[in-house]
């Protein structure tokens, strides 16, 4: 079995590209792509937005990249440098050429991130399993990112934080068998309702299903992992969320995390930030700006 991931053939990696560049016309911002090298890959790197406030890296949910916050990056750089990568391991523009075999892997790939990137203090907000690519980084056994860290924003991180309700896992694994057009805009109906898609959201979500992973996927983090997490954390769920207990992921940041704040936004579902952005985005900013430098 190869060790790093893979598209299926080179015709699914070109239609994979083809689909990145139409979705790439939806970036509402003048930006700039990076190259940062690291000891597992290549990192492509999104960089927009202007102003004098703590930088903001932000890390993609499942079969996304850093163009899947191309509906709310406005917001979140208005007055601040934003960072999307493409998180190495997954279908993207980023090159996995090492494994990735462990949570304490992506720790390292994120500090080196990080580093590479020249940011000597970041926030970081990850979404879905971007929080628990984010919560590793911060909880990372080296620590080596933990003083780069100003605030760890944690949205719907269900699977880093208690077990997903196994209807998801079941209805995910049987749209990834048949990834027809209509079996994925049936899950998201289900699992991210209120959320529009753009046409080149779901040809770019489409394509990247004929990418093969080869990295673990997220699990709940063990208590010490949690406790090791000494950057400000605002935790959010959406209280419809079908992906897991929103209550219960928010209990175990409170009780774990030092320095924590948990809202469940009332009518969200798992997509609550694009869902219901008018209420998501200034709770964000908001703590992000109570601790700026």
């Known amino acids: 079995m190869p060790s790093t991931g893979r598209f299926t053939s080179e015709s699914a990696r070109a239609a ?17 792509d990076l190259r940062v090298e690291t000891a597992y890959g290549p990192t492509v790197v999104r960089r927009s937005g202007t102003g004098t406030r703590t930088p ?24 601040r ?69 100003g605030a760890l924003v944690l949205g719907e991180g269900i699977t ?42 779901r040809a770019l979500a489409r394509t990247a299903m004929r990418y093969r992973r080869r990295t673990p996927w997220p699990s709940p983090l063990p208590d010490d992992r949690l406790r090791a997490i000494t950057a400000p954390t605002l935790a959010f769920f959406g209280a419809d969320t079908r992906l897991g207990d929103p209550v219960a992921a928010g209990r175990r940041v409170t009780q774990q995390v030092r320095d924590a704040r948990v809202e469940v936004v009332p009518g969200g579902g798992h997509g609550v930030l694009w869902q219901l952005p008018d209420r998501v985005l200034p709770l964000v900013d908001g703590f992000l700006r109570e601790h700026d430098a």
């Open 160 to 201: 880093a934080l208690v077990q997903p309700d196994r209807k998801v896992i079941s209805r995910m694994v049987r749209a990834a068998a048949l990834p027809t057009a209509r079996n994925l805009e049936r899950l998201d109906a289900w699992l991210t309702p209120g959320v529009t898609l753009t046409d080149e959201d």
């Open 56 to 79: 903001l890296v932000l890390l993609h949910g499942l079969n996304g990249t850093g163009l899947s916050w191309h509906g709310v990056v406005a917001g979140l750089a208005a007055d």
């Open 16 to 32: 994979y590209e083809a689909a990145y560049r139409d979705l790439e016309a939806r970036w509402p911002l003048p930006s700039d």
């Open 81 to 149: 440098v934003v960072y999307a990568p493409d998180v190495v391991g997954t279908a993207g523009r980023s090159e996995q050429t090492a494994p990735l075999a462990s949570a304490d892997d992506y720790a390292a790939w994120g500090a080196q991130l990080l580093e590479g990137l020249g940011l000597e203090r970041a926030h970081v907000l990850g979404y879905s399993e971007g929080a628990w690519f984010a919560a590793l980084l911060v909880s990372g056994a080296s620590g080596r990112a933990t003083s780069r860290v």
